[in-house]
């Protein structure tokens, strides 16, 4: 066959060709991604400031932070956006603005940029300001608000700028449960620190190492102080993902406080085999490890590890809410409307049906239904007596 070795020219030049219209219309998509620009979450203007030039913007979390940039990542740092805005009297405002993988992460890194000096104020999701610096977030979004100069409507106009903030779906929308648990006696504000990494809980004065805590198996931890007879305590909440990892858990934190017997006979500290040095008071409830650290005494720990208890909630997947499908009332007065709708069927078919056999009589006398046939049926006279023979 001739035509062979010509036809096996032309497919090895079609799949050549088509490998090469693969490859750059990959390459444009992939050009087209890159050339998009991603969403500006800052607005243009808000409450009489309007934004002066550009806004920068970035995904690395050393430009939106360079000291803490390994805890931003922890937290779930997708994206970094700043401006500045301007009103008509001068002033300027510098709006900074930090995106996460989900609330968790904007209401963590909200609690770890927070700090006791700050007030609280009603802006977003939370908020806390100092002087001219208004910390807030919402959704996934953390917002560093610095003003040249307060007014008395600043507090106002941040509250329309976080109206405006696109919000998460689903539920990266939902906050962590564990800071509820912190108990509200003798607390100090703004202590509270809610950590999903080491970086982040190697910065606070934690009464138990990363190490220990071990974050690798699920571990969110949350620290508060409290005030107690001799100065501040410091209270660990550490949650894991089932109650066994949490027991588990416990037993290494119990094994790590340093011996009290001979001190010679202690081994020395190392990062797989950490020794706490200072006395702790801890317990589990549920998957959760508390440990209370600090001038405590034995009667104030007791009392504050008791204030924390593990409530177990039940989720039930199916809907409980009442539905017209789901309601018995509604049922039966769907069945009543039924019955009243075929009376009414049942009615106007009689009504029809005389109604018809009227018309019938009028317009066709002896025809139809009154014919002298069809009136005459058979007697057999039983009353009448027999004929004589």
Same mark, same amino acid.
């Given at each position: ?31 087209? &991604? ?6 500006? #979450? ?8 309007? /934004? ?12 939106? $932070? ?25 002033? &300027? ?47 996934? #979004? ?46 100090? &504000? ?19 190492? +990363?190490?220990?805590? $071990? ?22 909440? #550490? ?5 066994? /990892?949490? +027991?588990?858990?416990?037993?290494? /934190? ?33 998957? /959760? ?101």
């Amino acid at each position: 066959m001739a035509w062979f070795p010509a036809y096996s020219v032309f497919m090895k030049l079609s799949r050549l060709i088509s490998g090469l219209v693969l490859v750059v219309s990959m390459a444009g998509i992939t050009v087209a &991604k890159e050339a998009a620009p991603s969403p500006s #979450i800052l607005p243009k203007q808000f409450g009489g400031w309007q /934004i002066s030039g550009s806004a920068r913007t970035s995904d690395d979390p050393a430009i939106a $932070d360079p000291v803490n940039a390994a805890v931003l990542k922890e937290y779930g740092f997708t994206g970094f956006e700043s401006a500045t805005y301007i009103r008509d009297d001068g002033r &300027k405002l510098t709006l900074k603005a930090a995106t996460f993988g989900d609330a968790s992460g904007a209401y963590g890194s909200y609690t770890y940029y927070k700090t006791p000096a700050m007030l609280i104020e009603k802006i977003g999701d939370g908020a806390a300001s100092m002087n001219e610096r208004v910390l807030f977030y919402r959704g996934n #979004i953390l917002v560093d608000a610095v003003f040249q100069k307060l007014s008395a409507m600043s507090a106002a106009e941040l509250r329309e700028m976080a109206e405006s903030l696109p919000l998460p779906s689903g539920n990266t929308r939902n906050l962590p449960g564990l800071p509820a648990y912190l108990p509200a006696q003798s607390y100090v &504000k703004n202590t509270a620190k809610y950590v999903v990494g080491s970086a982040a809980l190697r910065n606070l004065d934690a009464p138990i190492p +990363a190490e220990l805590v $071990d974050f690798n198996a699920g571990a969110e931890v949350v620290v508060g102080n409290y005030n107690s007879s001799g100065g501040e305590a410091t209270l660990m909440l #550490i949650s894991y993902p089932t109650p066994q /990892i949490a +027991a588990d858990h416990l037993r290494r /934190i119990e094994a790590a406080r340093q011996p009290s017997s001979q001190p010679g006979n202690s081994a020395p500290a190392t990062d797989a085999n950490p020794i706490l040095q200072a006395p702790i008071f801890d317990k589990r409830t549920g998957p /959760i490890v508390v440990v209370a650290a600090g001038p405590l005494s034995q009667a104030e720990a007791k009392s504050l590890l008791a204030s924390v208890n593990y409530d177990a909630n039940v989720t039930w997947n199916e809907n409980t809410y009442f539905t017209k499908r789901d309601n018995l009332a509604n049922l039966l007065v769907n069945v009543i409307i039924l019955c009243f709708i075929i009376i009414g069927f049942a009615l106007v078919a009689g009504v029809a049906f005389g109604g018809i056999r009227l018309l019938a009589k009028r317009l066709f006398p002896d025809r139809v239904f009154d014919q002298a046939q069809n009136r005459e049926f058979i007697s057999l006279h039983l009353s009448e007596r027999p004929p004589k023979p």
